[in-house]
């Protein structure tokens, strides 16, 4: 068990590309902090980003790993 999770956090997070691009936005476009997962979701959700402000709620922990590690992103 401890090699597995060892390997999990070695993989990139798979993110679907519409919500690292919506993430990308609010970096660059808010003074927010980006390690507040839920104002990041709820600033996603008042600007119409619906997808991503729901993967970031039920994604927290990969969210947090996504910030300082980057993504894989999927379609």
């Excluded at 798979?14 to 902090?33: M, N, T």
């Excluded at 402000?53 to 910030?67: F, H, P």
Aim: net charge negative; with cysteine.
């Amino acid at each position: 068990m401890r090699e597995t999770r060892q390997r999990d956090s070695e993989m990139p997070v798979k993110v679907p590309r519409r919500v690292w691009e919506a993430i990308l936005y609010l970096r660059q476009s808010l003074q927010l902090d980006m390690h507040d997962a839920m104002r990041v979701s709820e600033a996603c959700a008042s600007r119409g980003l619906y997808e991503a402000a729901d993967w970031i709620l039920e994604n927290q922990d990969e969210y947090l790993k996504l910030l300082t590690e980057g993504p894989e992103t999927t379609d």
